[in-house]
């Protein structure tokens, strides 16, 4: 499966964005979406996760009550809505999936090595 990330950009403390993952080449059906992203001179570090099949989802703390993640079915799309987001909060951010497990629990999705990834997409929060 092929992953395209959009949706990144330059936005001020408090506002919002919403980034988009899109599948090629097969669904998302059976696999679990992730979404990481990494700041400059930090480690990649995840954000939110979905499965596909039931929707179940899981944050960071660090986001969480501020970004949402959510699917499309018809369009095997994944998203990530941001708000109020911080300086903090920029970085580059990936998409990536994961074939999902019925063992999984939300422990689980931070720690899948994830085998699909797309481009990432810049996030820039200003003060």
């Known amino acids: 499966v092929q992953l395209q990330a959009s949706g990144g950009g330059l936005v001020q403390a408090g506002g919002s964005l919403r980034l988009s993952c899109a599948a090629t080449g097969r669904t998302f059906s059976g696999y679990v979406v992730g979404w990481f992203r990494q700041a400059p001179g930090k480690e990649r570090e995840f954000v939110a996760a979905?499965?596909?099949?039931?929707?179940?989802?899981y944050y960071a703390d660090s986001v969480k009550g501020r970004f949402t993640i959510s699917r499309d079915n018809g369009k095997n799309t994944v998203y990530l809505q941001m708000n109020s987001l911080q300086p903090e909060d920029t970085a580059v951010y990936y998409c990536?999936?994961?074939?999902?497990?019925?063992?999984?629990?939300?422990?689980?999705?931070?720690?899948?090595?994830?085998?699909?990834w797309g481009q990432g997409t810049l996030v820039t929060v200003s003060s």
């Open positions: 979905i499965t596909w099949s039931g929707g179940i989802t």
């Open positions: 990536a999936a994961d074939p999902d497990r019925p063992y999984y629990s939300g422990y689980s999705y931070p720690r899948l090595k994830y085998d699909y």
